[in-house]
């Protein structure tokens, strides 16, 4: 499966969305120090993270840790305006996919670290910030997975009879 490498993480309930994702995926989280949170267990639930257990969280003192613990994992950045587009890469199992902090992104010698092959971004309109870290981390994520027939998932729920119909009406405007 891919390895989430989120580099300096700031913001608690970003952290929980990717912790659940890769509960929810097969993904293993990894966290590189130093984090905008703590990880106690008062924390983690107040910052809605006692779902850790779901899943595979590692925290590494720095980057060349992670590295270290991943010798066999291609290493591919994700950025606001660099590389490819993330739906042109092509994933495998045991990739590690790298993550910048909510507030600064990647810091330059990380990018330039990550061969300019695989660097990629993900597509936006002009002039727009960059999206959620979560929300960025899922697109890529549910992409790579994809283009692994989605190994592992559960098989769907048996079909529910379908709920009443109703009535499709138009659109009116909220009131204010």
Known sequence: ?????????????????????????????????????????????????????????????????????????????????????????????????????????LPPQVLESIPPGQRLHIPMRAGNRSLNLSNAVALVLYEAWRQQDFAGAAPPAAASPPAAARPVGEATPART
């Not at 779901?54 to 060349?64: G, K, M, P, W």
């Open 1 to 105: 499966m891919f390895h989430l490498v989120l580099f300096r993480p700031e913001i608690p309930p970003n952290t929980g969305n990717i912790i659940r994702l890769c509960a929810n995926t097969g993904a293993t989280l990894h966290l590189i120090r130093p984090l905008g949170f703590t990880l106690d267990l008062r924390g983690l639930r107040r910052a809605g993270l006692d779902y850790r257990d779901l899943a595979s969280v590692l925290v590494h003192a720095d980057l060349e840790s992670c590295r270290a613990a991943l010798p066999g994992a291609r290493w591919l950045a994700i950025e606001t305006r660099t590389g490819a587009p993330y739906s042109q890469a092509r994933f495998a199992s045991g990739d590690a996919l790298l993550f910048g902090g909510e507030r600064r992104g």
